[in-house]
């Protein structure tokens, strides 16, 4: 389990961490900061499990998360009044603050776009945003982060789409859950004020894995192909086509990966 001391001691971080729910063993610390946030807890709440029976992923899979040896956080962002234009910055929002926080402990981190966390090749966090909408404005979003700590947390290789890792054999060290968490959210309170902006681009564009490299990546069901450039404005991914054409691709897609030519 966590030691509550210790992150009220570091809590809350530029409004972040405030109120803290930590529970031993939940279903899914996404879907309670998606229950809190409708019965109006505040900005900044933070949800943190040891254990998760039903963890979410994206693309309706399962997220492992088993007690002591992984992090399975969620936190609660409200924008009053609603915002347009996020959503593709949000999913790289996750990634980039985890990126930044496991940067600090030594190593080498790639952000497999849109906000898969690499370390050595192998992915060892992911991000599942899950945004409240008003219309097409973004009233709250629960931005859900699981890191891969030690190796029970590592799931079988049968169990997913791309070769996973953890952070302790990538490092060769014992980590510090609770440091982790406190500097995954410090990170975070530096880049939400940033969000959307170029410097947040810049930062999750210069951490990109593939980028210049023929890729495929699954678009609501279709595989396309093509060139990874660059990322758009707002956070979608641009890809070119051997036939020469841009594609603009939403962070809802899934499974990038390089092809051989
Ligand atoms: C992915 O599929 O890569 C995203 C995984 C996101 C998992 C985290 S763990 C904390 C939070 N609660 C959930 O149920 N899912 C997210």
């Known amino acids: 389990m966590f030691d509550r001391s210790r992150l009220e001691a570091g809590l809350p971080i530029r409004g972040l961490g405030k109120p803290l729910y930590l529970f031993s ?15 109006g807890a505040p900005h900044g709440t933070l949800v943190i499990a ?11 899979r399962r997220w492992l998360t088993p007690s002591r040896s992984a992090i399975a956080l969620s936190l609660l962002l409200r924008w009053e009044p609603p915002v347009g234009g996020v ?14 926080a496991v940067e600090g402990l030594g190593a080498q981190v790639e952000i497999k776009w849109p906000n898969d ?12 945003v899950e945004a409240q909408w008003q219309g097409s404005l973004i009233a709250s ?3 859900g982060i699981g890191i891969n700590v030690r190796p029970g947390s590592v799931p079988n290789p049968d169990q997913v789409g791309y070769p996973a890792g953890c952070l302790e054999q990538a ?3 014992r980590i510090d859950r609770e440091a982790l968490i406190l500097d995954v959210v410090q990170a975070a309170g530096r880049w939400l004020p940033l969000l959307g ?8 564009e210069a ?22 450039e660059n990322l758009h404005t707002d956070g979608r991914m641009v890809l070119l086509t051997d036939e020469g054409e841009r594609l603009i691709i939403g962070p809802n897609a899934a499974d990038l990966r390089p092809i051989d030519r």
Request: glycine content about 16%; charged content about 25%; proline content about 1%.
């Open 171 to 173: 490092i060769g060290r």
């Open 197 to 204: 902006s170029p410097e947040m681009l810049e930062g999750w």
């Open 141 to 143: 979003a629960v931005v």
């Open 207 to 228: 951490r990109l894995a593939f980028r210049g490299m023929q890729v495929s990546v699954d678009d609501s069901g279709v595989r396309v192909r093509g060139r990874f």
């Open 25 to 39: 063993t939940i279903d899914s610390t996404n879907a309670r900061a998606l229950e809190l946030g409708q019965t």
């Open 87 to 100: 959503s593709g910055a949000l999913s790289g929002f996750g990634a980039l603050s985890v990126a930044e």
């Open 117 to 128: 966390v690499l370390v050595a090749g192998k992915k060892v966090a992911g991000v599942l």
């Open 50 to 60: 040891d254990e998760q029976t039903a963890g979410r992923g994206r693309a309706g």
